[in-house]
């Protein structure tokens, strides 16, 4: 099994593109998650789904947007990137809402820098 | 939110020798978990604790959920566990504390 597949792993972009991040999970979880770390500080949460067909907002969702068209993918949107946007994302998934049996298992990271 | 503050930000160790990791959260929580992220920006799961104590090898890890803390112990520490260690609490809305950059010395 592959897990969690993010594409691209790196990305440089100027001021105001656009670009997607994709998300695969082959585990067949309902709950994906898209999180981003910024240096010296532990992950944050952007957006979730919890099925198929749903979003919501984490802690630090503005300038990006979600979908969840499949089950298996989660995509994250920068509509506009600017230069406080450059991070690290990761993505994860879980079977339920997490627990002892159901952790959220994380992809290698997306390295995304904006000039 | 929820306030999730580790300590120490930064360890070094020798090769052997044994550490704990400290994980203070400014409110009750019904999830904790305790993550390892290596050299190379993976994210390991080490434990799921929201209270009590658990054993992983040479890993170990108690959380008071009534004093708002965790503790993670690594004994006999190795140069593989070099990296950062998170701890994170909440369920889906998961809060992740700073971390505590851990160096192990051969």
Same mark, same amino acid.
């Given at each position: ?10 990305? +440089?972009?100027?001021?105001? &593109?656009? *670009? ?6 082959? *585990?067949?979880? %309902?709950? *994906?998650?898209?999180?981003? &770390? =910024?240096?010296? *500080? ?9 099925? %198929? ?6 802690? +630090?969702? =503005?300038?990006?947007? +979600?979908?969840?068209?499949?089950? &298996?993918?989660? $995509? ?11 991070? +690290? ?14 952790? &959220? ?9 904006? $000039? | ?17 044994? @550490?704990t990791l400290r994980c203070?959260?400014?409110? @009750? ?18 434990? #799921? ?12 890890a108690t959380?008071? !959920?009534?004093? /708002?803390y965790s503790l993670l112990y ?10 950062? #260690? ?11 504390? !700073?971390?505590? /950059? ?5």
């Amino acid at each position: 099994n592959a897990g969690v597949t993010q594409t691209p792993k790196f990305r +440089v972009l100027k001021t105001g &593109q656009s *670009m997607t991040l994709l998300c695969a999970q082959d *585990m067949n979880h %309902e709950y *994906m998650y898209w999180y981003r &770390q =910024d240096p010296g *500080m532990g992950l944050r949460l952007i957006h979730y789904s919890v099925g %198929e067909g749903t979003t919501a907002k984490g802690e +630090v969702p =503005d300038g990006y947007n +979600v979908s969840r068209l499949k089950k &298996q993918n989660f $995509l994250l949107g920068l509509e506009s990137a600017a230069p406080s946007q450059t991070s +690290v994302y990761f993505c994860a998934s879980s079977f339920n809402h997490g627990g002892p049996n159901q952790p &959220q298992h994380f992809g290698d990271g997306t390295r995304l820098s904006i $000039l | 939110g929820i306030q999730v503050e580790q300590s120490p930000p930064d360890l070094i160790l020798q090769e052997g020798a044994n @550490s704990t990791l400290r994980c203070n959260f400014s409110d @009750s929580v019904n999830n904790l978990q305790w993550f390892h992220q290596n050299p190379w920006g993976q994210l390991i799961n080490l434990f #799921y604790i929201p209270s009590g104590t658990k054993q992983n090898g040479r890993l170990s890890a108690t959380t008071v !959920a009534t004093e /708002r803390y965790s503790l993670l112990y690594i004994s006999s520490s190795q140069t593989t566990d070099s990296g950062v #260690y998170f701890c994170a609490v909440g369920i889906v809305d998961m809060r992740f504390g !700073a971390g505590t /950059r851990l160096t192990v010395k051969p």
